[in-house]
């Protein structure tokens, strides 16, 4: 796994949601069911932490976002 996607991750998240304790819990047990019901945790493990952004990325453009929850 490489640590600088879960960073990079964790920065877009705190863009959507500020509380660092409720983004570690979205990153480590939130199944994302539009990534096959992973967590963000378990695609970053796989070296497919890009998804994650990519879906993060598109959230913010979208404005008002929500971090998905499954």
């Known amino acids: 796994m490489h640590q600088g996607i879960v960073r990079r991750v964790a ?10 304790a409720a983004v570690l819990e979205w990153i480590l047990h939130s199944p994302l069911p539009t990534l096959d019901g992973q967590t963000t945790f ?11 952004v990519a ?15 499954g």
């Open 11 to 20: 920065d877009l998240a705190l863009q959507i949601e500020p509380d660092r």
């Open 42 to 52: 378990e695609l970053a493990c796989e070296g497919q932490g890009e998804r994650v």
């Open 55 to 69: 879906l993060l990325d598109t959230l913010l453009r979208q404005g008002d976002p929500v971090l998905p929850r």
